[in-house]
T-cell receptor
Framework: GDSVTQMEGPVTLSEEAFLTINCTYT??????LFWYVQYPGEGLQLLLKATKADDKGSNKGFEATYRKETTSFHLEKGSVQVSDSAVYFC?????????????FGAGTRLAVHP | GAGVSQSPSNKVTEKGKDVELRCDPISGHTALYWYRQRLGQGLEFLIY????????KSGLPSDRFSAERTGESVSTLTIQRTQQEDSAVYLCASSKQGALNTEAFFGQGTRLTVV
C-alpha cells in the first residue's frame, strides 16, 4: 500500500541554520503531497502542498519540491527561527480502491535554539 | 461551525470501561478521518469515511474499536473495554470530497487517559 517515510528526529538546530527534513513516498498513481505542522499545544495545520511533479509548495519561508523521479518531497528552510520548533508531518493523498485517503509519515520533531 | 470540533477535550476513564468520542466536521466536508497519536509518536490511521461509501476500517487496531458516521455529519469513535495502551490523543479531520489536493482540517483532539 501507499506509504510515507520521514527522517527520524529530533532535529536540533541553532537559530538561522538551514533546515532539511527528508520525506520519500511510495504510491500507486500520482499522489498529492503535503507538509503539515503541529506547534506545541496546537492542532495540526497545513503548511504547504504540491499536486504534480516539479511543483514547489511554499509557505512561511518553507519550501518543498515534488520530485517524481526520486519519489521525494523534502522540506527546506533557509534560516530557521525558534518559533519554527514543532513536529512536521509529511503526507500524501492518493486514489486507491476508490478512496482518496490521507496518509501520514511518522513526524519529525524540530527544536530550534537561540 | 468554523472548524472541526471534538469532544470531550480530555477524558479519564478506568480500565475496562467503554468510551465514546465525538467529532463534528466542517459543514459540507464529506470526508472524515480518525487518527490516534500516542505520546511523542506519529499519526496512526484508524478509519476513513467518504460520503455514503463504505468506510475504510483498515486501521482499527482491534474489534474493541468502532466508529459510526451519520450521513455527512457527526462521527463517534467508540472504544469498548478500554486498556491502558489505548491512552493517546484521538484526532479527527475532515475535508471536501473528491479532490486529491484538498486540505484536511484537524480538530484539537481528545486526550484519553486510561487508568
Amino acid at each position: 500500500g501507499d506509504s510515507v517515510t520521514q527522517m527520524e528526529g529530533p532535529v536540533t538546530l541553532s537559530e538561522e541554520a538551514f533546515l532539511t527534513i527528508n520525506c520519500t513516498y511510495t504510491a500507486t498513481g500520482y499522489p498529492s503531497l503535503f507538509w503539515y505542522v503541529q506547534y506545541p499545544g496546537e492542532g495540526l495545520q497545513l503548511l504547504l502542498k504540491a499536486t504534480k511533479a516539479d511543483d514547489k509548495g511554499s509557505n512561511k519561508g518553507f519550501e518543498a519540491t515534488y520530485r517524481k523521479e526520486t519519489t521525494s518531497f523534502h522540506l527546506e528552510k533557509g534560516s530557521v527561527q525558534v518559533s519554527d520548533s514543532a513536529v512536521y508531518f509529511c503526507a500524501l493523498i492518493s486514489s486507491w480502491g476508490g478512496y482518496n485517503k490521507l496518509i501520514f509519515g511518522a513526524g519529525t520533531r524540530l527544536a530550534v535554539h537561540p | 461551525g468554523a472548524g472541526v470540533s471534538q469532544s470531550p477535550s480530555n477524558k479519564v476513564t478506568e480500565k475496562g470501561k467503554d468510551v465514546e468520542l465525538r467529532c463534528d466536521p466542517i459543514s459540507g466536508h464529506t470526508a472524515l478521518y480518525w487518527y490516534r497519536q500516542r505520546l511523542g509518536q506519529g499519526l496512526e490511521f484508524l478509519i476513513y469515511f467518504q460520503g455514503n461509501s463504505a468506510p475504510d476500517k483498515s486501521g482499527l487496531p482491534s474489534d474493541r474499536f468502532s466508529a459510526e458516521r451519520t450521513g455527512e455529519s457527526v462521527s463517534t469513535l467508540t472504544i469498548q473495554r478500554t486498556q491502558q495502551e489505548d491512552s493517546a490523543v484521538y484526532l479527527c479531520a475532515s475535508s471536501k470530497q473528491g479532490a486529491l489536493n484538498t486540505e484536511a482540517f484537524f480538530g484539537q483532539g481528545t486526550r484519553l487517559t486510561v487508568v
